[in-house]
Every structure is written in C-alpha cells, then in structure tokens.
C-alpha cells in the first residue's frame, strides 16, 4: 500500500482528495498548519472513510518546523502539495505574504523530498497562469499570460520552480495539475468548502446568499462578448479534482512518466456562463437566488475552459459529475454547515 504525504489536507481539495486516495487503497498523512483550515474536516473524511488521517500541525513555510518532523515522514511514496494561499484579492493587497507563504513552503517541501526520498511529486496550479487566452478551449501548450496577481504569480513561479528541481534531480519527477474551477462537495456533505469571510468565488457566494448569510449576488457584468454576456468558466466538481490527484501518482507509481516534468489540465471542457450556473441552482435546488447585475469585477477574463483531453488519454481521468450536481452538492454542504 503506497503511502501518501498530503499538504493542505485540511483544505477544501486536500480534504476530498484525502478520500478518494483513500478509496483507492492508499495510506495518507496530512501537514495542515490550520490557518485558513479547520481540523474538524477530519472528522468528515473519518465519516466517509472510516480512516483516521494523521495531521502535522506544522507551517511548512518554517525551514525549522518542517524540519523537525522529518523523522516522522518515513516511507512515503508521494506527496500531493495543496497548501497555500489563494485568495487573489489579499494578495494584491499583501504581497510579500503570498510569496512567503506560497513560494517559501514549495521549496521547503521540495527539499524535503529531496531529504527524505520521496520520488514522487504533485503541484496544484491554476488555469488562472493562462490568462486571457487566445484559442478556446485552452490546452497545456498554450503560452503563459500575465499573471493578474501575486497569486497567479505564485502558481506560474511554482510551476518553474517544481520544473527546475527534477530537472537538477533525475529520480525525482512531478505532475502540475491545472485546475479550472473546481466547486460542489462529496455527495455525502460531510466534508465541502469552508470559506473565510465574504466568499469572493461565485458558488459560495450563491450557497450563502440562499442560505440568507449573504443579501444578493452581485453578477459582475452582463455585457461581455459572450452567449449572454456574462462570464464563461469551467466549473469542475471538487471530487473529479480529487480523482485526477489520485491518477496522477498512481500514473508516476506506475513508471508510465515520458519526462520527468509534465503538466494536465483539468476541467470538463464545457464553458458555462456565470447565468446559466445561477440558472441551475436555481433549478436543481428548487430555490428563486436574490441576484442582479452589477459591474464588472476587474481583472476578470472573459471566457476559460478547458482542453482537457490529455489528463483524459494519458491519466485516464474520466468526468463524473456534472454542473447540476456541482449545484446540488455545494447546497447540501451549505444547508450542513448551516444546520
Ligand atoms: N462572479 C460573480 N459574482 C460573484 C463572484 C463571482 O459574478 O460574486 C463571477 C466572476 O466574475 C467570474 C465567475 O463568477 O466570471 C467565477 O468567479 P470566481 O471568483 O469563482 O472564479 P475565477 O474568477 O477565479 O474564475
């Protein structure tokens, strides 16, 4: 049984990944410092899996701390690196913090596996370091944007910098996950995302403003070059995410790796405007959103999705669940949490 060093595993994708290793047979432990996280997710994933998962409470952004449980890592086969920072508004505002936080711990935990021996690495990226594409759906060769902020610069600088060192390092090798927008919650609803303050992604924004938490959804503008003017994205469902996390390693445990670096997208392919997302909500759920149109949000691209078929040849991932049980499931885990 392959063991598995999870970061972040107290987040939102960490936490579902958790399970799906899980159910794939896989033995996981987990560093979470807690600060934008809450342990009790663990008590979700031991619900769903009947596992407790083992917690480092350590900032892996402290060379020191980290440091000191290294003698605990033993045996681990592959780490999956979720923890970071990620909302793009503070880290307009607070740069240094999302360098320090973002860039420090990467490198922290690369010299970690570097120290310990563990082949096998997983970066979590974003289609955000493709910027305002050129050619939809985007694929993997399509050239980096600018990044919009320190947070997308955070993801194109981690992708360099996990790319530098299995260069530098031949029995090493990493898989960068590109993530669209990964929404919805296990089907269970023991487990989802728990947001901090004012959501500022548009489906816990809908969650919580049917919940009566929040007044109205603002839609920020109507009036883009798209089929009903508002924003086009790919939303994926958290537990498809978790699964490609799952087929990544097993597709590096298997030696099936061409280079020692490579890169997959991950989103369903379809484009779905911020409207017709509303819109099934609204119908799965049976619920009327308080919503109206405002202007636009600055920095937004108008339209991202994905080309997705080479997670889909290479990894064998397969899409399981579609936008309305994205809808249905992050309602269930609001009406939870809100219980
Ligand atoms: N959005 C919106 N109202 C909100 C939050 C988001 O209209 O309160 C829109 C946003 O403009 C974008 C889409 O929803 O078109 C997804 O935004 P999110 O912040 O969730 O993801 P990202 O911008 O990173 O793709």
Redesign the pocket.
């Known amino acids: 049984m392959a063991k598995i060093l999870v970061t972040g595993g107290c987040g939102y994708i960490g936490s579902h990944t958790i399970v799906d290793l899980i159910n794939n047979g896989f033995e996981v432990v987990s560093i979470d410092n807690l600060s934008r996280s809450q342990a009790s997710i663990l008590d979700g994933v031991k619900k769903i899996t009947g596992k407790e998962i083992q917690n480092f409470e350590v900032d892996l952004s402290n060379d020191g701390e980290l440091k000191s449980i290294y003698k605990d890592l033993k045996d681990i086969d592959g780490i999956i690196h979720f923890a970071a920072y990620k909302a793009?508004g503070e880290s307009v505002e607070h740069p240094l913090l999302y360098y320090k936080n973002n860039i420090g711990s990467l490198v922290n935990i690369l010299e970690a596996s570097k120290a310990l021996n563990i082949p096998h690495f997983v970066f979590s990226s974003?289609?955000?370091i493709y910027g305002n594409v050129q050619k939809l759906p985007v694929d993997e060769n399509a050239p980096m944007g600018m990044a919009e902020s320190p947070y997308g610069m955070t993801k194109q600088m981690g992708e360099a910098i996990v790319n530098d060192f299995v260069k530098a390092n031949a029995d090493h090798q990493s898989i960068l996950l590109r993530y669209?927008?990964p929404?919805g919650a296990h089907y269970s609803a023991e487990i989802g995302e728990l947001p901090i303050g004012v959501?500022?992604?548009?489906?816990?924004?809908?969650t919580q403003t049917a919940m009566g938490i929040r007044q109205e959804?603002?839609?920020?503008?109507d009036d883009y070059d798209t089929r009903d003017g508002?924003?086009?994205?790919d939303?994926v469902h958290v537990m498809d995410i978790a699964n490609a996390h799952t087929k990544a390693l097993q597709y590096m445990l298997d030696g099936k790796m061409q280079q020692n670096c490579d890169v997959f997208n991950l989103g369903t392919g379809n484009g779905v405007?911020?409207l017709e997302?509303v819109a099934s909500f609204e119908k799965v759920n049976n619920l009327s959103l308080n919503y109206k149109i405002?202007p636009?949000?600055q920095?937004?691209?108008v339209a991202?999705y994905a080309d997705n078929s080479k997670a889909i040849q290479q990894l064998g991932w397969q899409v399981q669940y579609d936008l309305d049980e994205m809808m249905r499931s992050a309602w269930e885990w609001q009406k939870k949490l809100s219980s």
């Not at 959501?199 to 809908?206: K, S």
């Open positions: 793009v974003s289609c955000t669209f927008n929404v959501p500022a992604n548009l489906v816990p924004y809908i959804l603002t839609i920020f503008g508002s924003c086009i994205r939303y405007s911020v997302a405002g636009r949000r920095g937004d691209v991202v």
